[in-house]
């Protein structure tokens, strides 16, 4: 069993930045395959960005690609999302997942093992 807690989020202008953090309790974290997925208000929840159990490939959906980056902290069983050039249509409440299923990067929510409480970020225009 994981537990996920997400940290970081806020109000940020349109072209700053956010750090996002995730922070695992229990054995193994190192190897699931973590994610970030979001959820905007009256959309269904999509997929953000994920890496490998060894941080060595990453996987970014296009909207956020070249912006954000995801990275993790094995040592401190912690994931990260750096967020910059945020738009107002980043605006949504992020959550971080994990896989149990290391052998490839997955996209879709429906992979994932564990969820975290998600952590609202929004972005003025």
């Known amino acids: 069993q994981v537990q996920l807690v997400e940290s970081g989020g806020g109000l940020v202008q349109a072209g700053g930045s956010l750090r996002l953090s995730c922070a695992a309790s229990?054995?193994?974290?190192?190897?699931?395959?973590m994610g970030w997925f979001r959820q905007a208000p009256g959309k269904e929840r999509e997929f953000v960005a994920a890496i490998s159990w060894s941080g060595g490939s990453t996987y970014y959906a296009d909207s956020v690609k070249g912006r954000f980056t995801i990275s993790r902290d094995n040592n401190k069983n912690t994931v990260y999302l750096q967020m910059n050039s945020l738009k107002p249509e980043d605006t949504a409440v992020y959550y971080c997942?994990?896989?149990?299923?290391?052998?490839?990067?997955?996209?879709?929510?429906?992979?994932?093992?564990?969820w975290g409480q998600g952590t609202q970020v929004t972005v003025s225009s």
């Open positions: 997942a994990a896989d149990r299923d290391i052998r490839t990067i997955a996209t879709s929510e429906s992979r994932y093992d564990y």
């Open positions: 229990g054995r193994f974290f190192s190897v699931y395959v």
